[in-house]
Nanobody, 120 residues
Framework: QVQLVESGGGLVQPGGSLRLSCAAS????????IGWLRQAPGKEREGVSC????????YYADSVKGRFTISRDNAKNTVYLQMNSLKPEDTAVYYC?????????????WGQGTQVTVSS
């Protein structure tokens, strides 16, 4: 059974950092592109970052470029999203999901999400 489980969310002050984890089970994550998406209340879902399954290429939304870093640890079957210099507008539920291709915008399996709140 394919399963993705996010963790690492929480409450952080502006300028702070968090590292989100996306642990996979039921499949070998390193062969698949994995995306991070977020959705804030009243807003559309937004693709934040993606890491390819082939060569590890990474992609970022302009809103997070230079602040967020996506990575994968194949030995742990886990993808991470390091979030630095967090802003209140980063507040959202963050999801990881599998996709056939970074940038395609179509996602297959989703985690349950983890809440990130940036507030003083």
């Amino acid at each position: 059974q394919v399963q993705l489980v996010e963790s690492g969310g929480g409450l952080v002050q502006p300028g702070g950092s968090l590292r989100l984890s996306c642990a996979a089970s039921g499949f070998t994550l390193d062969y698949y592109p994995i995306g991070w998406l977020r959705q804030a209340p009243g807003k559309e879902r937004e693709g934040v970052s993606c890491i390819s399954g082939s060569d590890g290429s990474t992609y970022y939304a302009d809103s997070v470029k230079g602040r967020f870093t996506i990575s994968r640890d194949n030995a742990k079957n886990t993808v991470y999203l390091q979030m630095n210099s967090l802003k209140p507008e980063d507040t959202a539920v963050y999801y990881c999901a599998t996709t056939a291709l970074c940038g395609l915008g179509i996602y297959d399996y989703w985690g349950q999400g983890t809440q990130v709140t940036v507030s003083s």
